[in-house]
């Protein structure tokens, strides 16, 4: 009996897409977790720069891309992202005018119940950080709003679970993030969407890496392993891929060497076989 065929949504890396069969199934979280340095943010700007390039030149009507790109960040500035990204290429055409996506700052709300001056963060008069401090009860019901207000099969990036996994030594929140998390697991399914988790590894502890990897479809490991000739390489693990698994480790394409360029981004080389 022939196996239906699975939607997928492209992550617009040319060397990656077609060994997942021209992308990850629509309604993937995907949790890139990475060592630092080690490529899960690069992962996250090429496809971001990869996709729009690719949206440009097919018709509006394509529907295996994302409608939109939205990203999402507790702490970053949204001119040093764009910056970062468009460093990050050489190809012509790439400019900070020319990466077109939704860029939500939640800022306000990870800095407000913290020590950190209202200036550095807020350029709002103080009557009008009063109302908004009143306005609101916490990150996870904002966070709640802007998933809400995604436009079905969209691209999502947060940026980072790693801001907000390192308070929970605050009441509750540890709670409030994992559950909120299997929330948008279901909501992403509901929407069609791929959202893109950034999460750095060894920073929290271990038992707390592990629950989020359980939440999550897909685990994308991005580390540093030692190369034949001495130097560190960047390797790529697929730890987790509900529904490809099978796929993959059939084909023996779990574990593959990184290379990070300037006129490619992030690329998938030298394909390593698991033994």
Not at 59 to 75: D, G, L, M, V
Request: net charge negative; aromatic share 10%; hydrophobic share 40%.
């Amino acid at each position: 009996m022939q196996e239906p065929q699975t939607t997928r949504m492209p992550t617009g890396l040319p060397t990656l897409d077609p060994i997942l069969d021209g992308g990850v199934p629509v309604g993937s979280m995907i949790l890139l977790f990475g060592e630092l340095g080690a490529g899960n943010y690069e992962f996250a700007y090429s496809s971001i720069i990869n996709t729009l390039a690719r949206m440009a030149k097919l018709p509006a009507s394509e529907p295996r891309f994302p409608a939109k790109i939205r990203y999402i960040t507790f702490t970053r500035l949204e001119s040093d992202v764009r910056h970062e990204i468009v460093q990050s290429f050489a190809a012509d055409g790439v400019s900070e005018d020319s990466v077109n996506f939704q860029f939500v700052d939640l800022s306000d709300f990870y800095f407000d119940r913290s020590l950190v001056p209202n200036e550095w963060y807020s350029h709002s008069d103080t009557l009008t950080q009063l109302q908004k401090r009143s306005e609101r009860s916490n990150i996870f019901m904002k966070l709640s709003e802007v998933f809400n207000s995604t436009e079905p099969e969209s691209l999502i990036i947060l940026d980072s679970i790693t801001d907000i996994a390192t308070q929970t030594n605050l009441p509750n929140l540890w709670q409030d993030l994992t559950g909120f998390l299997r929330g948008a697991q279901r909501l992403v399914k509901q929407k069609r969407c791929t959202l893109y988790l950034l999460l750095s590894k060894g920073i929290i502890d271990a038992a707390k890496e592990h629950e989020i990897a359980d939440i999550a479809d897909a685990v994308f490991l991005f580390r540093w392993e030692e190369s034949t000739s001495s130097r560190r390489q960047r390797v790529m693990f697929f730890e987790k891929f509900r529904g490809v698994m099978p796929h993959l480790e059939e084909q023996d394409l779990v574990k593959f060497a990184v290379r990070i360029s300037t006129t490619e981004g992030f690329e998938v080389s030298n394909i390593r076989m698991v033994i």
